[in-house]
C-alpha cells in the first residue's frame, strides 16, 4: 500500500489514512489535551505524509514509526509555537509533562479522578510517559514503540513495567489495576 502510494496511487493514500488515523489522533490528544489541537495536528500529519511519502524509505523501521515521528515532531512544534513551559527535552524527544495525562480517563476506572492521574503522570520519567502515551493512548505493540523511541523491545517493556509500577504506587493502592492496562500489559 505504501509503494502505491508513493506512485501516485489516491486510493492508497486513503487507505493508509484509514488505517492510521485513530492511532494518530489517539497519540496526539494524549500528548495536546485538546480535541481540537488534536484534529488540527493529526490533520497536518497526514498533509506531510501527503507531502513526503516519497522519501520514506524502507529501512527495517516500520511505516507507522515514520507517521508516529512526525506527529511527535509537530507536537513538539505545536508547543514551541505555544510557549508552554511544561516540554521536557532529552535525547531529541520533547514532550509535554502534563498533557500526557489528559485523556487517560479512557482507559482507566472511572473512580480515578483525573487530578489523580496528572499527579501519579509527574511521577515518571520522560521516557516512562512516552511508553505509556504510545502503548496506551496511541495503541502500538512493544515492538512498534520500541522503533518509535529508538529503544530495544525490552527496554521498553521495563519502561512500561516501571511507569505502571509508579502509577499504581501514586494512585489509590485500593482500587485495582485499571483492566486496559493489565490487558495489554499480559500481551507483552
Known amino acids: 500500500m505504501v509503494r502505491m502510494a508513493q506512485e501516485g496511487d489516491t486510493s492508497s493514500f486513503g487507505e493508509l489514512y484509514e488505517r492510521f488515523f485513530d492511532q494518530i489522533y489517539r497519540y496526539v490528544s494524549f500528548k495536546t489535551g485538546s480535541p481540537s489541537e488534536a484534529e488540527d495536528i493529526t ?9 513526503s511519502i516519497h522519501k520514506f524509505k524502507w529501512q527495517g523501521h516500520p511505516f507507522s514509526s515514520w507517521l508516529f515521528r512526525i506527529a511527535h515532531n509537530l507536537v513538539v512544534d505545536h508547543f514551541r509555537r505555544k510557549g508552554k513551559r511544561n516540554v521536557v527535552s532529552l535525547d531529541n524527544a520533547t514532550i509535554n ?4 495525562a489528559v485523556d487517560v480517563d479512557s482507559h482507566i476506572d472511572t473512580e480515578m479522578s483525573m487530578d489523580e492521574v496528572r499527579k501519579a503522570m509527574v511521577g515518571l520519567t520522560v521516557l516512562q510517559k512516552e511508553v505509556i502515551s504510545l502503548r496506551f ?12 523511541v529508538g529503544k530495544k523491545e525490552n527496554a521498553v ?8 509500577k509508579k502509577l499504581r504506587r501514586f494512585l489509590n493502592p485500593e482500587l485495582s489495576t485499571p483492566s486496559i492496562l493489565l490487558q495489554q500489559q499480559q500481551e507483552t
Open 43 to 51: 490533520g497536518e500529519v497526514f498533509v506531510r505524509m501527503l507531502e
Open 97 to 100: 509533562v502534563e498533557a500526557v
Open 137 to 148: 493512548a496511541a495503541g502500538l505493540s512493544v515492538a512498534e514503540t520500541a522503533e518509535a
Open 157 to 164: 517493556k521495563a519502561l512500561q513495567h516501571a511507569g505502571l
